[in-house]
């Protein structure tokens, strides 16, 4: 039996499957290596984040972008986008570097066992462990608007469903959002060919700001210090202090993480989206049914148009309820909070013994740092001390999974 089995292998697993192999624990991490970079990006995207603000972590710091960059001719440089192919190839190399192998399978389930947890991969082989983390990203919580959500595949996708847009081209595409994902995306599709527009149901959309010079005055580092979530001394408590956000009520935490850092274009696609996409701001989708191999749309303000697909650009929620890698029984007996995301305890321990949470799920406990790669490293570190904890409590015993056969009821009724 493993000491830890980790669900997934992009910044958040890969970091933590560092931290524990040098603690010297038993880990295997399954998952395709930065999956949702190298597979639901299309080419020409950048990343958002500054460079020095997305290394993955391993425990003695040396594999972080910069190094992978100069070892790479490539630039890291304050203030310049990073081509989204340049941080995926980063990734696999500091996987290579940094973790243990990662085995490529998808793991298709997770269930509760006496002194445990199995896992099972899809092609059925099962593996134990002590302890568990899920650091499934947010591919399994997309979110699209109810009013388009019954479309139909040919008429409706996610942002995050396409790795390639060239299949839009010469077509009318709406795009559904007003941050950085749907400005880019747009930007992308009228730059292949592609007629599209924005529809935003906020009443204007925002833009970040070029980042001012990383050395600066210290008097205007004072007034806004720079941090791993943009400038600011509340973007410095969220980035360098999720420890303590976490000790905030839970309906404060919850409302930070549900608007802080909200949507918002960064000032390099600016020019782009003004040069070729149409923009409507304060226009939500109140139906959309398909017509003549078409979908006919309506907001509700009253404007009426014809497009041949809607791409939703609106996010993700991560609630507990769409964690579906998890058996019903165990994910029905989980603890969550009021806004429907997971119960994690001050070392990302769920409510089920041993079964360890990261990334997204995570951000209304810890705050906003949790959305993004820059959140990799705290949590990385503080995980693995809990799943150390746990390994040496229960070599030898059986984990308590009482509490998970007395919620079956609860569970099944979550699932029908």
Known sequence: MHDLLIVGAGPYGLSIASHAAAAGLDVRIFGRTMASWRDHMPRGMFLKSEPWASDLSDPAGRHGLAAYCAREGLPAEHGRPLPIEHFAAYGQWFARQAAPPVDERLIASVRATGDGFEARTRDGEAHRARSVVLAVGVMPFTEIPRAVRDLGGDHVSHSSDHGDLRRFRGQDVTVLGAGQAALETAALLA??????????????????????????????????????????????????????????????????????????????????????????VGHEVVSAERADGRVRVRTGTGARFTTDHVIAATGFRATTARIDVLDPLLRGGLRSLADGTPYVGDRFESSCPGLFLAGLTTASSFGPAMRFVYGAAFTAERLVRGVERHVRRGRGTALPVRSYEETAPRAAAAVR
């Open 191 to 280: 730059e292949q060919g592609t007629r599209v527009r924005v529809l935003a149901r906020s009443p204007r959309v925002d833009w970040n700001t070029v980042p001012p010079a990383w050395q600066r005055p210290w008097w205007e580092s004072l007034r806004a210090p720079h941090t791993g979530l943009g400038c600011g001394w509340r973007n410095r408590f969220y980035a360098r202090t999720p420890g303590l956000f976490r000790r905030l009520p839970e309906p404060a935490r919850a409302r930070v993480a549900e608007g802080a850092l909200g949507p918002a274009g960064a000032w390099w696609i600016r020019e782009r989206v003004e040069a070729g996409v149409e923009v409507r």
